[in-house]
């Protein structure tokens, strides 16, 4: 069982940053940061891989934010810099504990509450 609770939402400016937190118990094998923008599916922002700690992001997000967790693997960050309003989205911490894809929210079976990024104009 893994429980997952996030942190770190609010609004900012275009141009601004915000860090957001994952707080995970148990063992995983990948954890993922998802959003889902107003009236939108919901998406993959940036996977990581607890062995070997390999990270992916999706093409949106690459140079502008950064996934990363904590040495004892129980916290996930993503420090998002040079917001933009297209990155307005309800911002989830997902974790799965199967080996295999890690892409997908289908993938995920473990999800945090949510935190709400806001990006004015």
């Known amino acids: 069982q893994v429980q997952l609770v996030e942190s770190g939402g609010g609004s900012v400016q275009a141009g601004g940053s915000l860090r957001l937190s994952c707080a995970a118990s148990?063992?995983?094998?990948?954890m993922a940061w998802f959003r889902q923008p107003p009236g939108k599916e919901r998406e993959r922002v940036a996977t990581?891989?607890?062995?070997?700690?390999?990270?992916y992001y999706d093409d949106s997000v690459k140079g502008r934010f950064t996934l990363s967790q904590n040495n004892a693997k129980n916290t996930m960050y993503l420090q998002m810099n040079s917001l933009k309003l297209e990155d307005t989205a309800m911002y989830y911490c997902?974790?799965?504990?199967?080996?295999?894809?890690?892409?997908?929210?289908?993938?995920?079976?473990?999800w945090g509450q949510g935190t709400q990024v806001t990006v004015s104009s």
């Open positions: 148990g063992d995983n094998y990948c």
């Open positions: 990581i891989y607890n062995p070997g700690g390999s990270i």
């Open positions: 997902a974790a799965s504990t199967r080996r295999g894809s890690c892409r997908w929210a289908s993938d995920f079976g473990y």
